[in-house]
């Protein structure tokens, strides 16, 4: 039976090249190494760096003929491409199994298999296992009632749709074969002139996260399910490889791949000081030069530097520090389940980063749009990212991604107004909110952006002793420019990226010249 793993063609994000954009998609060579380990015949796709538009793609799926289409698409905002791919495939051969999965189609699994008869399946929650078998059973005669035992599946049964038992998460993730990096297009990632490079790709450690925010389906995803009373219920729960096998998967992409600047996509890079210790010492004895970005909780920044650890961390290679500060007071991101990386926490950690570790670009990201928003909270807001002063404040527009609390508190109480999925991207405002319109938020983000740019800093940026800032600060620059030029040239309203009217968004990604090629 043969398998094609697909990340179907998409837009990408505006006022970048497509080489910042492209980057390794973890989940297509874990998924393959599974499933070639048990010698399933397995082809990964990646449509994005190859440059595979749907003409493309189409003539490659009526080439390739595959008994299963297994499609990734974990991003909302991709969601429709992804049921676009399973589309196209039913059209070329209507006896091809369809497969999707990711965290929106876990969470969507009931509204996706009733409203898309050409989906056949939905993987719910961790996939390499739950793929696995859906393949062996499919391989055998009458295998349509072994399917409801499969853990972790969504499924049709005549009229019914039906999920089955939740499947354990694994526990030991050093049991995985190494991700089937030698099956991905790896001299096609990393190419941008600015960010990631030279050379960069992903990696990860770790899976799902210790908390709960109220706002992120990533934790979800990768959650355990517990039976509570008769319904299941999804609590935190992070697993790691050992520094020594995460070590071992850094030295391929290093040495065999040439892959100098690496992503780690967990969701919080440092749960674990003594991990943290044990994986810089490892690079430090192999004399491993690489540089990396990662996702770090603030308080546990602070932990680790009272350690002695944050120091080894940076000397690691660290330099672009990813923080989550979303919201200026405590009273704001204990709503979001996130009271524990406080306002006072946050300062103290981009005071630290700036004073004592300069060579990491510190980026801070903030969430805007909750329903008692206005001018005011925003300003407030704004005075609080202007006395953190990190090199890059980034804003976003609070978005109810399904699977997550606060998409179910949005849906009930009726607040969003946009419903295409295509438009949650994190840019555009999806909901207005008690005293500000969409449009408005969009203004406020693009005001609060402007005044935060500071010609001086992105200047001294520019000529930063450290190449990673350097890098990035011509890349912001390169963004005003790009800005600047297009409200010169009309293209633009005098917001930032896109505009919106009263009833239907403009579409802020951007269309790849090879999309439909």
């Known amino acids: 039976m043969k398998v ?138 009458r295998y349509k009632q072994r399917l409801t035992k499969i853990k972790g599946l969504a499924l049709r049964r005549g009229k019914r749709i039906l999920q089955t038992e939740p499947r354990p998460l694994i526990k030991n993730l050093d049991e995985l074969p190494l991700p089937a990096y030698d099956l991905m297009p790896m001299k096609l990632y990393g190419k941008g002139k600015f960010l990631w490079c030279p050379g960069g790709t992903t990696i990860h450690h770790g899976r799902g996260c210790i908390g709960n925010c109220k706002f992120c389906a990533c934790w979800v995803q990768m959650g355990e399910k517990r039976k509570v009373g008769n319904v299941y219920k999804t609590f935190p729960c992070y697993r790691t490889k050992s520094p020594e096998r995460t070590v071992e998967e850094l030295e391929i992409l290093r040495y065999k791949y040439k892959k100098k600047f690496l992503l780690f996509t967990d969701d919080t890079w440092n749960v674990d000081p003594k991990w943290s210790e044990k994986f810089c010492e490892l690079v430090k ?80 990201t903030f969430i805007v749009g909750f329903r008692n928003e206005s001018k005011e909270t925003l300003k407030k807001l704004y005075e609080y990212v202007k006395l953190l002063d990190p090199d890059f404040p980034a804003f976003h527009p609070i978005t109810p991604v399904p699977g997550t609390e606060f998409y179910e508190e949005a849906k009930n109480n009726g607040w969003i107004e946009v419903k295409d999925f295509r438009y949650y991207d994190w840019m555009t405002p999806i909901m207005s909110t008690e005293h500000l319109s969409r449009e408005e938020i969009e203004m ?41 030029l297009a409200h010169l040239a009309g293209k633009l309203s005098e917001r930032m990226y896109y505009k919106i009217s009263k009833t239907t968004p403009y579409y802020a990604m951007v269309k790849p010249k090879w999309y439909d090629k």
């Open 444 to 484: 406020e983000i693009t005001k609060m952006s402007r005044k935060l740019f500071s010609v001086k800093r992105a200047l001294k940026g520019m000529f930063s002793r450290y190449a990673h800032k350097r890098r990035l600060h011509w890349w912001l620059l390169v963004v005003a420019t790009k800005i600047t």
């Open 285 to 364: 004895e192999r004399g491993i030069d690489f540089e990396w970005y990662g996702f770090l909780r603030s308080d546990f920044i602070l932990r680790d530097e009272k350690l002695g650890v944050m120091e080894k961390i940076v000397e690691s290679g660290l330099r672009h520090a990813c923080i989550g500060g979303e919201r200026g007071s405590t009273k704001e991101l204990k709503s979001l389940n996130k009271a524990s990386c406080s306002p006072d926490v946050t300062y103290k950690v981009v005071k630290l980063l700036k004073e004592k570790y300069p060579e990491v670009f510190v980026q801070v």
């Open 4 to 141: 094609i793993i697909l990340n179907p063609p998409r837009y990408y994000w505006p006022f970048l090249s497509e080489g910042d954009n492209y980057m390794l998609p973890q989940a297509l060579p874990c998924l393959a190494a599974v499933l070639r380990e048990h010698d399933v015949e397995v082809k990964p796709i990646d449509c994005l760096p190859l440059r595979i538009g749907w003409k493309s793609l189409e003539n490659l799926l009526r080439k390739e003929q595959p008994d299963i289409l297994a499609v990734s698409t974990p991003e909302t905002m991709f969601s429709h491409e992804g049921l676009k791919a399973c589309k196209l495939m039913k059209e070329i051969d209507h006896s091809c199994t369809t497969v999707l999965g990711g965290h929106h189609f876990s969470a969507t699994w009931k509204e996706t298999l009733k409203e898309n008869k050409f989906v056949d399946f939905v993987v719910i929650g961790e996939g390499e296992y739950t793929l696995l078998e859906l393949v062996r059973e499919l391989e055998k005669p």
